[in-house]
């Protein structure tokens, strides 16, 4: 085999072993969702019959763990796992306080004045993002606010 022959099989492997690379990992990505109506069930199973878990508020934010028919495999903030009906959550993007209290800030960072603070498990419609901080929305104000304090 000519050694340019020999090149041109390496390239092509190298190629194609990035090309599927690159494809695991995109499709690895997390799927957020969220709920589109206060007091929608989270079962412990895929069928209404399951029992009921929890009942979770309009906006309230998840992570798609499976699909099984109409129904989507979910967990939450806190690592707590369950099943919803998929026409009962959007791809709205909605983000959680995940601490005790932080501030809502009127600009992507620190240096920006505060416009009000949040609590552990404030909703909150995420509006964009700059860096680090997320714009937010919530019916009592907009603001910024870091994405480490904020899950997803």
């Not at 998840?62 to 989507?72: C, F, S, T, Y």
Request: glycine share 8%.
């Amino acid at each position: 085999m000519k050694t340019t022959d020999l090149k041109k099989m390496v390239k092509i492997s190298v190629m194609a072993a990035s090309i599927v690379a690159f494809s695991s990992v995109s499709s690895m990505a997390a799927e957020f969702v969220s709920v589109v109506k206060d007091g929608v069930n989270l079962r412990s199973g895929p069928a209404t019959g399951n029992e009921v878990l929890f009942q979770l508020p309009a906006g309230y934010p998840l992570k798609v763990l499976a699909r099984k028919g109409k129904w989507l495999k979910v967990s939450d903030f806190e690592n707590d796992k369950g099943w919803i009906f998929n026409a009962l959550v959007s791809k709205t993007p909605y983000v959680i306080v995940k601490v005790k209290e932080c501030n809502a800030r009127k600009g992507p960072g620190t240096n920006y004045p505060k416009v009000g603070s949040l609590a552990r498990e404030v909703i909150l419609k995420k509006v964009s993002r700059k860096g680090a901080w997320i714009k937010i929305s919530h019916p009592k104000l907009t603001g910024w606010v870091h994405s480490k304090l904020v899950w997803p």
